[in-house]
C-alpha cells in the first residue's frame, strides 16, 4: 500500500506503489465470495488477510482481480481503481487516514505518471509525478496557509538541492536558493515572471532592493532572530509603522497598498516562551505576547520592539479593536517557522490602520477573577 504519510509542508519522498506489503503478501487471504466452476474467485468477492487486518473487496476473473475494487488497510485507509490481470491501471484513488487522498496513475501495479494529493477539505497541497513508485521530476507543496514550495526532487524524492522556490501566498513573491528536506538553507528575495505551472519550473527575477542572503531562523527562547534587522520583502511590500490613530496606542501598523479580505499582511514572530513562564508574569511584561499553540508563546520584548532594533517581523504592531479589520491565524514561514500572522478579514484601503481584536480571556490563578490590562477592560 502506499507509504507516504506526508503532510501538507512535506518536501516530498517516495510513495510505495506497492498495494501490499511484504508480511501481507506471505500471508496466505482468506476468500469469501463467487467462484468458477474449478473454484477460482469469480465474480464478486472480497480478500481477507486476517494477521495485517486488511481486506479488498472488488471483482475477479478466473481467480485474479479484474475491475473495480478497493483495498481496505487496518489503519483505516484504502485504495480504489481499476484492475486489470491482478495489477492496478489508469487512475487510482489512495485515502489516508486522516481524510487527505491521492489521485496516481498507475502501470502494471506500479504507480508511473502524474499524481496529486487532495486535502480532506478538497484543496490540491501535492502535485508531482512518480516514476517507479517514487516520486520524479517537478513537485510542488502547497500547505493550508497558501504558501508553495516548488523545484525539481532529488534522487531520494525530496525537495532539496539548488533553484528551489517558496511563493508566498500571493503567487509572485517568492524566495529562491538552496533548500534542504524542504528546509531553506540560503535563499535571496525574487518575484515570479511566469504562472506557476505543473511542468514546467516557474521563470523568476531577484530583488536587487533586498540583497539579504536568508535561511531557517527560528526563534528560540533567548533568540529572537539571528537577522533582526533583515525585513521580510513580502511583508514590506505591504505595511509599515507609523503613530497609531488611536489614542494612548503609539506605534500602529498601515497598509501601504489596498489589501483584499484574507490577505496575509503581516508575520508575527518573536522569542519562544512557555505558557507558564506568561502567565506567572506581570501584564506589564506581555505588551507583545500572542499564544502559538498549547506548548508556545510568541512573544516581542520590550527590548526588540522598536523597529530600528528588530523589524524582520512587523505584527506586533498591530493594536487592539473591538471592530478589527484583521484577525491573528497561523502559518508557515520559510524563514520563521511556526508563527502567527497578521490576516485581513475585509477590504483595507491604503493608508489604512491594521487592528486585530487581542481576545483576551485570562484568569487569576486559581480564581474566576479578571486578570486583563486596564486599558483593555476600559
Known amino acids: 500500500m502506499p507509504e507516504s504519510r506526508t503532510s501538507e509542508t512535506d518536501s516530498g519522498g517516495d510513495d510505495s506503489g506497492s498495494s501490499l506489503d511484504e508480511d501481507e503478501e506471505e500471508e496466505e487471504p482468506v476468500y ?3 467462484r468458477s466452476c474449478d473454484g477460482a474467485p469469480h465474480g464478486r468477492g472480497t480478500l481477507f488477510w486476517s494477521k495485517a487486518g486488511n481486506r479488498f473487496e472488488g471483482r475477479f476473473l478466473h481467480g485474479k482481480k479484474q475491475g473495480r475494487g478497493t483495498l481496505y488497510f487496518r489503519d483505516e485507509s484504502s485504495l480504489s481503481g481499476t484492475y486489470v490481470d491482478d495489477e492496478l491501471e489508469g487512475v487510482a484513488t489512495y485515502v489516508y487516514a486522516d481524510g487527505r487522498y491521492m489521485e496516481a496513475r498507475y502501470e502494471k501495479g506500479d504507480m508511473n505518471g502524474r499524481f496529486t494529493e487532495y486535502s480532506p477539505e478538497g484543496d490540491v497541497i501535492v502535485r508531482g509525478y512518480h516514476k517507479d513508485n517514487a516520486r520524479s521530476g517537478l513537485l510542488r507543496l502547497t500547505d493550508e496557509f497558501g504558501g508553495t514550495l516548488a523545484g525539481v526532487v532529488n534522487g531520494e524524492g525530496l525537495l532539496s538541492g539548488n533553484n528551489i522556490v517558496y511563493v508566498y501566498p500571493d503567487h509572485r513573491t517568492a524566495l529562491v536558493g ?6 531553506m538553507k540560503a535563499a535571496k528575495a525574487a518575484t515570479l515572471a511566469s504562472d506557476m505551472s505543473d511542468d514546467v519550473m516557474p521563470r523568476f527575477e531577484y530583488r536587487t532592493d533586498y540583497p539579504a542572503t536568508l535561511e531557517f531562523d527560528q526563534s528560540a527562547r533567548d533568540c529572537i532572530s539571528r537577522n533582526p534587522s533583515v525585513p521580510d520583502h513580502y511583508e514590506q511590500d505591504r505595511v509599515h509603522v507609523a503613530l497609531s490613530a488611536i489614542p494612548g496606542a503609539g506605534e500602529g501598523l498601515f497598509a501601504k497598498r489596498d489589501l483584499d479580505a484574507d490577505t496575509v499582511a503581516s508575520f508575527y514572530n518573536g522569542v519562544r516562551l512557555s505558557h507558564e513562564e506568561v502567565d506567572g508574569r506581570d501584564w ?8 502559538l ?6 512573544d516581542v520584548p520590550r527590548s526588540w520592539s522598536s523597529v530600528e532594533r ?4 512587523l505584527g506586533h504592531k498591530a493594536n487592539h479593536s473591538s471592530s478589527p479589520n484583521c484577525k491573528y491565524d497561523h502559518f508557515v514561514h520559510p524563514r520563521f517557522g511556526p508563527i502567527k500572522c497578521v490576516r485581513t478579514v475585509r ?3 491604503a493608508g489604512e490602520e491594521l487592528t486585530c481584536d487581542y481576545g483576551y480571556h485570562h484568569k487569576l490563578p486559581g480564581s474566576e477573577i479578571d486578570d486583563l490590562p486596564s486599558w483593555f477592560k476600559s
Do not use: C, P
Not at 506589564?284 to 499564544?291: A, M, R
Not at 499553540?293 to 510568541?298: K, L, R, S, T
Not at 528588530?310 to 517581523?313: I, L, N, T, V
Open 32 to 34: 469469501q465470495g463467487k
Open 178 to 183: 538552496t533548500f534542504e528536506d524542504g528546509v
Open 284 to 291: 506589564s511584561l506581555n505588551d507583545n505576547t500572542i499564544s
Open 293 to 298: 499553540d498549547d506548548e508556545a508563546v510568541i
Open 310 to 313: 528588530y523589524r524582520a517581523s
Open 347 to 349: 477590504h483595507v484601503s
